[in-house]
């Protein structure tokens, strides 16, 4: 499992165009431990496994090799109507039209602003509602 799963981060690394201290950063974990899980020197731990699950927006299912699949954990339209705020709604579902640009664009902007919501103290209204 460990190989399959430093395979993987690494391509999905690679395609994101990110170093290792740049995932690692990301997700707060030192380069030289994420080297040593891209080898599969060294295991990943539940909470490593979801950070890149949700970072890379993959299913630990297809991490660990269990499916092969690259598409997102969350459908699409499913996602889309969690929303409660219709121009929410209709903005993401403009959004999957979008190019792969832009759409990663609109994902590094909404990852941003998240990050910032952090900074300041702020929790999502997900995580209030909880």
Do not use: C, H
């Amino acid at each position: 499992m460990t190989n399959k799963l430093g395979q993987r981060i690494k391509e999905l690394r690679e395609k994101n165009n990110w170093s290792l201290r740049e995932l690692g950063t990301r997700i707060n974990i030192n380069y030289s431990v994420l080297s040593r899980i891209e080898s599969g020197k060294r295991p990943v731990t539940d909470t490593e496994l979801l950070k890149f699950s949700e970072l890379f927006d993959v299913s630990t299912d297809y991490l660990i090799g269990r499916s092969d699949s690259l598409e997102s954990k969350v459908s699409e339209k499913t996602t889309a109507n969690e929303f409660k705020d219709s121009d929410l709604q209709i903005a993401f579902r403009d959004a999957i039209d979008f190019s792969e640009e832009n759409q990663k664009q609109t994902i590094d902007f909404i990852k941003y602003l998240k990050e910032k919501e952090e900074r300041e103290g702020r929790k999502s209204r997900k995580n209030n509602n909880d």
